[in-house]
């Protein structure tokens, strides 16, 4: 009797690199492999088995998070330097609110640590995305999850008590946090696993 053992990665990326299997038999995430063709049938099939990190929409992921990473970066410095160096800035929230509770030099500052603390957490994820280590993006991961549940509960306790509105413009402005999260995630997991795999090389930027 001969014991039967199941392929694993390593033996399916020897596969395809001795071009004995096709490029999409084996799950091989890459940040170049973007194809110009149609990806109707995938995207059919990812709407279907809800699954959003694929390898064939991985590039594109992958892309987009690094330019709202550098979106990211550039927002929370220029609205930590208009703190620093400009008292007459007016803080604004990208959201209607108001607060009895605390002053505006209170609120002042609480926006200066916290815009110094996204500044941080921002940098840190482009580095982890560029240098392939998922430990440099657990920071912002861990900081995104907490404003967005602090959102959700706000949003739905105004709901509930009948003080907000459901509207549309409204529900985007949620969903869109949560998609950016689900993003990253995607990205961080795919790190992950490559590392543990040691087939990282597909993933360097440089």
């Known amino acids: 009797m001969f014991p039967l053992t199941m392929f694993n990665t390593h033996f399916c990326r020897f596969m395809r690199k001795n071009h004995v299997l096709d490029s999409e038999t084996c799950d091989i995430y890459s940040i170049w492999d973007i194809c110009p063709l149609s990806r109707w049938a995938k995207l059919n099939q990812m709407i279907h088995t809800c699954r959003l990190c694929r390898p064939e929409w991985f590039p594109f992921i992958f892309w987009l998070v690094l330019l709202l990473a550098g979106l990211g970066i550039i927002t929370s410095l220029l609205e930590f330097l208009r703190i620093c160096f400009c008292s007459a800035y ?13 002053g505006y030099s209170s609120l002042r500052r609480a926006r200066f640590v916290g815009s110094y603390v996204m500044l941080s957490a921002w940098l840190l994820l482009v580095y982890g995305i560029i240098m392939v280590s998922p430990i440099y993006m657990r920071p912002w991961l861990m900081l995104h999850a907490i404003m967005i549940g602090f959102e959700m509960t706000t949003w739905l306790a105004k709901t ?44 360097h930027v440089f």
């Open 90 to 102: 007016q803080i604004s929230m990208w959201r209607d609110r108001s607060y009895y509770i605390f």
């Open 160 to 203: 509930i008590l009948g003080r907000l509105t459901l509207e549309l413009n409204m529900i985007v402005s949620l969903i869109m946090p949560i998609l950016t999260h689900m993003m990253v995630r995607c990205v961080t997991n795919v790190f992950e696993e490559a590392i543990r795999n040691d087939v990282s090389d597909s993933l």
